[in-house]
Nanobody, 127 residues
């Protein structure tokens, strides 16, 4: 089993920045794909970003079009954490953000492809 705990959410004004962190414990692997999803009120959960092991210590990233150029995902395998740096935040970024881990590697972006989920952290962007 894998446990994921998010932190770093909060209230920020439009144009501001936040950094979310996700601490992983249990049977995790540096080669497993990790990602961030979000769910706004009344909307379905959607993909935000993923970080995918490529080879050796190299990773590639994927981002939803809505956050490209503003959000950056990274991971620290020593600390078993994955982070989401969010810049130039907009009111439409307001949502509960979830950390997720798949029990395998690969370019994964669908909710069903991820096996473990955190409980989420609220991000609110005021206009």
């Amino acid at each position: 089993q894998v446990q994921l705990v998010e932190s770093g959410g909060g209230l920020v004004q439009a144009g501001g920045s936040l950094r979310l962190s996700c601490a992983a414990s249990g049977r995790t692997s540096s080669r497993y794909t990790m990602g961030w999803f979000r769910q706004a009120p009344g909307k379905e959960r959607e993909f935000v970003s993923a970080i995918i092991w490529s080879s050796g210590s190299t990773y590639v990233t994927r981002h939803a079009d809505s956050v490209k150029g503003r959000f950056t995902i990274s991971r620290d395998n020593v600390k078993s954490t994955v982070s989401l740096q969010m810049n130039s935040l907009k009111p439409e970024d307001t949502a509960v953000y979830f950390c997720a881990e798949a029990a395998r590697g690969g370019v994964l972006q669908r909710i069903g492809e991820f096996d473990y989920w955190g409980q989420g952290t609220q991000v609110t962007v005021s206009s």
